[in-house]
């Protein structure tokens, strides 16, 4: 069952730019963990302070599982740059009919 790990987040003042190349190095390294499937980085066009960060995982275990083998160094960076913490929610992929 693939899943989806959807966040929502909001770059500080001044700190878009700094966020979007975090989330960036952020991206290249959750994509080399063990059952990541793939992960997306978008800017909202309206708001560029807001970023919406969606991972794709083969399970809700295999992310929790990942979250261990992160390296921290790589979630630093884009905590540093965030204005409040990041909205996150588990989303099923649906079949359309």
């Known amino acids: ?16 730019a700094v966020l979007e190349t975090a ?3 952020l991206a290249d390294a959750v994509r080399k963990l ?4 793939g992960v997306e ?6 708001n560029e302070r807001r970023f919406v960060f969606i991972e794709k995982w083969a ?3 295999a992310h929790k599982a990942a979250g ?18 990041p909205d996150g929610a588990y989303l ?3 079949k359309i009919v």
């Open 1 to 16: 069952m693939t899943v989806a790990r959807h966040y929502v987040m909001h770059a500080a003042a001044g700190q878009d």
């Open 23 to 25: 989330l960036g190095g």
């Open 34 to 37: 063990a059952g990541c499937e």
């Open 41 to 46: 980085l978008l800017r909202d066009i309206g």
């Open 59 to 61: 399970s809700v275990d």
């Open 68 to 85: 261990e083998q992160l390296p921290k160094d790589a979630i630093a960076p884009v905590m540093g740059a965030l204005d409040g913490p």
């Open 92 to 94: 099923d992929y649906l």
